[in-house]
């Protein structure tokens, strides 16, 4: 392989590996919001114990998910230090507001929300769980603006020339909310929150099927079922606007999306297929002219296709694009129609006796993660050939010294390293559900016990 691929896929690997955290961080710090919220309302000590339980798991998360960002920010000097230069003072610039402001304001309030339970008041440390919450939602707006505009470059100018090339700032605020970066964020934060809400349904689930925390595990997974099935009919909408926003910002992406290639035409919507990109052909099962309806609201306008633009500027390996684009929208589909279900059998009263049903919810926990890491896939990939869309290609971004070898050995090392912390996150997370909610003091774990039996929770 060659130094860009080699590039490309060592900075996949790893942020595909730290992505797999901060959307669980920032479901799961909302959901903590919610609960927490509760406990102050009701009383009820039920929703206590359920907070302080989900606050080791959220603590977990948080650890391993900044141990393993810290490596991509190394890799842009590394690996792509032309692109670093040539972006350096607008992806800087969020990168900095993300540190200081969204990173600081949460880890700031973690102290307090993992060892303030017997040291502050209840609405204090309600207080430092919203801190919590909104900083890790704040971590995010930062992250995805930085990455929208490489989708939509706005608010720049480009000073200098060839390799001494790069963009400056002209309008901060135009490069804030560039064309896209609304909509991208709206989608990853309602993708975040459907992997928080997916992860409590799926613990609270395999509880229930085991007949232990019933008092905690029912109201904790009613409360994660509600937010499943609004974030995900919410999600429905963000996907549509989003694709809205690539017909006109990126249309080549949108005709990779769909395998179109004809230059001028209108566009069916396929369901599932296979793209044979030699032949410029799609082989499956589409809805006619849906995709012109849903960018147009009418069957005859047409949609520019591939081959409207010049190959050199199209994206590559438009089946990949395809697959990953259409396995994110069925997933998608597949948590609204689960939650609406689920939500069905509980209005009946059935849904905690269905263990066929529980043990879907046990492993859906896949499911908001698996879309949105091939959601990024399909917008990365079909934002190809360019790494600044319109602007620098990825092959001119990357470092002129580094060579093949030295990128195989950073990635081999990276592959050891990020599996044990993945078996270690794995390990550690199975060890704080197998202890169940009560375990974190003994005295609380009987004292707990005795009110459970004593009716006190109800």
Do not use: C
Not at 157 to 166: N, P, S, T, W, Y
Not at 194 to 199: E, I, K, M, V
Not at 309 to 328: A, D, E
């Amino acid at each position: 392989m060659d130094v860009e691929i080699l590039a490309r896929l060592q900075f996949a690997f790893t942020i595909s590996f730290h992505y797999i955290y901060p959307p669980l961080s920032i479901g799961l710090g909302l959901l903590l919001v919610v609960m927490e919220g509760i406990y102050l309302r009701t009383g009820n000590k039920i929703y206590e114990t359920m907070t302080r339980f989900w606050v080791k798991i959220f603590a977990l998360i948080f650890g391993i998910g900044v141990a393993t960002g810290i490596v991509m920010e190394f890799e842009f000097g590394t690996n792509w230090a032309v692109y670093s230069k040539y972006v350096g003072d607008i992806f800087g610039s969020a990168l900095a507001a993300e540190g200081l402001f969204a990173f600081a304001l949460e880890s700031g309030f973690l102290g307090v929300l993992l060892f303030g339970w017997n040291k502050v008041s209840p609405k204090v440390h309600f207080i430092s769980t919203l801190g919590v919450s909104f900083g890790s939602i704040f971590s995010a707006i930062w992250i995805v603006v930085a990455n929208s505009w490489m989708q939509t470059p706005a608010g720049y100018k480009i000073v200098g020339e060839g390799l001494f090339a790069r963009a400056e700032i002209t309008d901060f605020w135009a490069m804030v909310f560039n064309p896209s970066s609304i909509d991208r964020l709206t989608h990853v934060l309602l993708g975040a929150f459907l992997a928080g809400a997916f992860l409590v349904m799926s613990v609270n689930a395999w509880y229930i099927l085991k007949g232990k925390y019933k008092e905690i595990a029912e109201p904790g997974f009613k409360i994660a079922l509600i937010a499943a099935t609004a974030f995900s009919l919410l999600q429905l909408i963000s996907g549509h606007s989003s694709a809205d926003g690539v017909a006109i910002n990126q249309p080549e992406k949108l005709a990779a999306f769909e395998g179109h290639y004809d230059s001028s035409a209108v566009a069916d919507m396929y369901v599932f297929g296979w793209v044979d990109d030699e032949n410029q052909k799609v082989s499956g099962i589409a809805i006619p002219k849906l995709l012109t309806f849903l960018i147009h609201q009418d069957f005859t306008t047409p949609i520019k296709g591939l081959n409207a633009f010049p190959v050199k500027n199209r994206p590559g390996n438009v089946n990949l694009i395809f697959q990953t684009y259409h396995l994110m929208v069925s997933l998608g589909m597949i948590m609204i129609g689960l939650s609406l279900f689920g939500l069905f059998m509980l209005l009946r009263g059935r849904l905690f006796n269905s263990k066929w049903l529980m043990w879907i919810f046990v492993f859906a926990v896949l499911f908001p993660q698996i879309a949105n890491h091939i959601g990024w896939f399909s917008a990365e990939l079909g934002r190809q050939p360019w790494i600044v869309y319109g602007l620098l290609r990825t092959s001119d971004a990357i470092s002129k010294s580094v060579s093949a070898s030295e990128i195989w050995f950073s990635l081999i090392l990276f592959t050891i390293v990020y599996s044990f912390l993945f078996l270690l996150f794995i390990y550690l997370l199975s060890k704080k559900i197998l202890s169940g909610p009560y375990s974190y003091s003994e005295e609380s774990h009987r004292s707990r016990q005795k009110e459970v039996l004593s009716g006190e929770y109800n």
